[in-house]
């Protein structure tokens, strides 16, 4: 990969031939685990200006029409998350001459309070061609990481870094977006549209909530301002970018069945019930999916946007037959895109009901890949892949000038993205919504074996046992087999959350940007065998601080828990009636602990008894700084290994999902972000 200096430039055709899509990551460190930044992208012509707010992309406007932009979100990593946003530079308007890359903080927050910010860049195979990294980036509110351009018919890519003292309005106008909001009570400002609600139920557009809905609604995105009629009177002022296009979604709440009783089931367009056998699943499962891939654009275009893929004309094959050897092969199926007469093809191997791939099984389709110049191989299954531990362990030929990217889905995955958009973000009609609802259904369901990962695998037993005996030796080869099931299963309670919500939710991991993977966990394994927990930290956008997760397999007790900061003015009993008043409706056994200066801990007690004496929650010494409080839930874990009810991935799904339920959701910090206008332009 080739590392570059401020100011630098290449062309991407010299680093790789497969640079017609490319994948751009923004990256950093944020030494609290709670910062964080929103990317942006906009697309200039030769005058160096957005040619209509509509080339504007950013967090409520995160697709091109066209499919030249894809906004894909945050990925975790090994040191934290990344944001990618996927370019089919093929399909880029011939008008367009740059494309600027950029990131913005939100409520005063600088980039100088984040370390190590990077941008990367990968061709349509996923191999790593450039990186940037911005060592001075100071106390902006914005920043240009960098930027793509034209010059006569070859893409080449320069490294910016430049910063924006007052933040993203600032950079905005700059490239000629129209951020002022003087059309009255009933337009949101240009910053709080560019944050936007962050997938809250309903977006706020200065209009009264609508009651329960009926019929599907719509939520807000961005297109062009609409230009005056010339039969209207007077002039009309310009719509800003909050300007909607209306999307379908599901409601929340259905309507009420015209069954005759409860026993009735209704009419499902993917049948479940005559699923017999793990061949059965695979078959169906594969060809459901792939179906509404093809008829529903914008979920195709969101699955295959991360794996290089262009956006274009999508059909998708089951059960085909392949040449190999003697023997032919017979993938499980096949997605070819077309775009200005190029094809995209992948090959898919899908594997459900917690079967495992198969190494050489998946080995010939890259061989088979590679022979007839398919650009990636797609793996499917309940498993969820860690960066730095593969699924699967294949050999790449390296005397081959074609190369095939390996990319691997999990099923928990494929049901995020489906509920984002059904539940969300919205799609492009009535029909499109309904199929992904379908397709919802059919992968919830008990018989389909989509279910994500939900097995601990063989060590789960062994080292629960030798942790209860005290037997369990630092370095045993199964405590790290442990924590990386214990990391895939945060990975996907992360999933199931974030498409609950609409938010993102992402692990947090406190270890330096570059730090070996394969090292970070065995360490965290010898820590296990130490002390016998297992623990992990969630970052909810918009809570009010860092969801702590601790699994004790000595006591078999869960403990989650938030630590939320006290506030800046104020009495501290105020402050305990407060938060005792905003947790009116949480669990009477949350247990609630005042955290003071330089000691180890404060007073504490559960909410039943506090909402009686919240006095109680005061140290005795008065002198002594309040710094914050620890809410916390505990319960028992299951002892089994699987995804029953009595396992363990079932009782620590259920205790993350109850405990934001119960007690997040009541802190003022747990909101979608939503600030005036005029205050969110100010503050950049």
């Known amino acids: 990969m080739r590392e570059m200096v401020k100011g630098s430039n290449v062309a991407l ?66 040191t934290g998350d990344e944001d990618r946003i996927s370019f089919d530079l ?36 996923g191999e790593s061609l450039l990186g940037f990294a911005i060592d001075d980036a100071g106390p902006v509110g914005a920043i240009i990481f960098g930027e793509l351009y034209r010059r006569g018919e070859e893409w080449k890519f320069r490294a910016v870094g430049q910063g924006y003292d007052t933040g993203l309005a600032a950079l905005a106008t700059d490239f000629g977006v129209d951020i002022d909001d003087d059309a ?41 301002a609409p230009r005056p009629s010339v039969d209207e009177a007077g002039p009309k002022k310009a719509v ?23 026993s009735w089931k209704q009419a499902r367009l993917f049948p479940v019930s005559a699923l017999k056998s793990d061949r059965d699943r695979e078959t169906r499962a594969t060809s459901v999916l792939l179906s509404v891939m093809a008829q529903v654009p914008e979920f195709g275009r969101r699955l295959t946007a991360a794996f290089g893929a262009p956006s274009g004309r999508m059909e998708t094959f089951t059960e085909v037959s392949l040449p190999h050897g003697d023997t032919p092969r017979r993938p499980d199926g096949v997605i070819r895109v077309e775009r200005a007469g190029k094809l995209w093809t992948a090959l898919v191997e899908t594997k459900t009901n917690g079967n495992g791939l198969k190494p050489e099984q998946v080995q010939a ?6 022979r007839r110049g398919y650009e990636a191989v797609i793996t499917l299954s309940n498993d969820v892949a860690l960066e730095g531990s593969p699924l699967v362990d294949v050999r790449i030929d390296g005397r081959r000038k074609h190369k095939v990217a390996l990319w691997h889905l999990s099923w928990a995955e494929v049901t995020h993205q489906a509920q984002m958009l059904i539940r969300h973000e919205g799609v492009g009609d009535k029909a499109h919504a309904w199929l992904l609802q379908e397709l919802l259904y059919y992968l919830r369901h008990e018989n389909s074996g989509c279910h994500g990962f939900q097995n601990m695998g063989a060590a789960w037993v062994p080292v629960r046992n030798g942790i209860d005996n005290e037997i369990l030796c630092q370095g045993d080869p199964r405590a790290l087999d442990v924590v990386e099931s214990w990391e895939r299963l945060i990975r996907q309670i992360c999933l199931s959350l974030g498409g609950e919500l609409g938010q993102k939710v992402l692990p947090v991991q406190r270890a330096k940007r570059g730090a070996d993977p394969t090292a970070r966990r065995s360490r965290l394994a010898d820590q296990l065998c130490l002390d016998g927990r297992l623990q992990a930290e969630l970052r909810i956008e918009g809570a009010p601080g860092i969801l702590a997760i601790s699994a004790d397999l000595r006591t078999a007790k869960l403990r989650t828990s938030i630590e939320i900061p006290a506030p800046e003015q104020g009495y501290p009993l105020t402050w305990a009636k407060r938060l005792i008043r905003r947790l009116a409706e949480a669990p009477a056994d949350l247990h609630i602990e005042t955290l003071v200066e330089g000691e180890a801990g404060g007073p504490r007690g559960t909410l039943e008894r506090l909402r009686r004496e919240p006095a109680d929650m005061l140290p005795k010494n008065g002198g002594t700084d309040i710094t914050g409080f620890r809410l916390s839930l505990f319960k028992s874990m299951g002892s089994g290994r699987g995804n029953a009810e009595s396992g363990f991935i079932r009782s620590v799904d259920d205790a993350v999902h109850r405990f934001h339920a119960g007690v997040v959701v009541h802190l003022d910090g747990s909101a979608p972000r939503q600030a005036p206008a005029k205050e969110r332009a100010a503050t950049g």
């Open 365 to 370: 389709y890259v061989d088979i890949a590679a």
């Open 184 to 224: 009255g009570a009933d337009d949101v400002g240009a910053e709080e549209a560019l944050h936007g609600a962050g997938g809250s139920e309903q977006a706020d557009t200065g209009l009264p909530a609508p009651a329960v809905e009926q019929e599907p609604r719509v939520t807000p995105g961005l297109v062009p």
């Open 90 to 125: 093929t399909a880029v308007p011939s008008g367009i001459d740059r494309i600027v890359v950029a990131a913005s903080r939100y409520a005063g927050a600088g980039f100088g309070e984040l370390e190590e910010l990077k941008v990367t860049l990968a061709d349509g195979v």
């Open 240 to 262: 800003r970018p909050r300007t909607a296009k209306k999307k379908v979604t599901v409601p929340r709440v259905a309507r009420k069945s015209l069954a005759d009783n409860d």
């Open 13 to 78: 055709a010299a680093l790789s031939e497969n640079a017609g899509s490319v994948i751009v990551s923004l990256s950093w460190v944020s030494p609290t685990g709670e910062g964080d930044a929103d990317v942006s992208v906009l697309l200039l012509d030769a005058n160096g200006k957005v040619r209509s707010d509509g080339d504007f992309y950013f967090y409520n406007n995160p697709v091109a029409a066209d499919g030249s932009v894809q906004l894909l979100g945050k990925t975790p990593t090994e």
